[in-house]
């Protein structure tokens, strides 16, 4: 009976505390550490011309929010561009609200669309 009473309260604590839902808000409070990577950065007009000659073309924009919080103050731009020459290339951007620098995160090829399920 000890055993049993013990497995009990053990299922009942892993539920108790143990969250039921997943989102922007329970992503935020993870301990996370923010980390360096390497990215190219420089003046927003600079990097805006720079991709205008090298033939990307503005495809997605979407926003960071304060704390990752759908409501949240908006605080970043992530902007997606494809390459009008290469197939499958895209880059990501990102701006930061208030400041004039626009950093280049990610250059990647071979772009797959994965169709949404129903």
Known sequence: ???????????IFILFCTNSYAGPKSLAEYPWQVVNMPMLCGPVIDVNQALQ????????????????????????II?????????????????TAGQNQKCVLQLTFDRYIIPEKN
């Open 79 to 95: 902007m997606t561009y494809k390459s009008k020459d290469i197939p499958g290339h895209i880059l990501r951007t990102i701006e």
């Open 1 to 11: 009976m000890g055993k049993r009473f013990k497995a009990i309260c053990g299922i």
């Open 53 to 76: 000659i090298e033939g990307y073309i503005e495809e997605e924009a979407s926003l960071g929010r304060y704390k990752a919080l759908p409501d949240g103050q908006i605080v970043y």
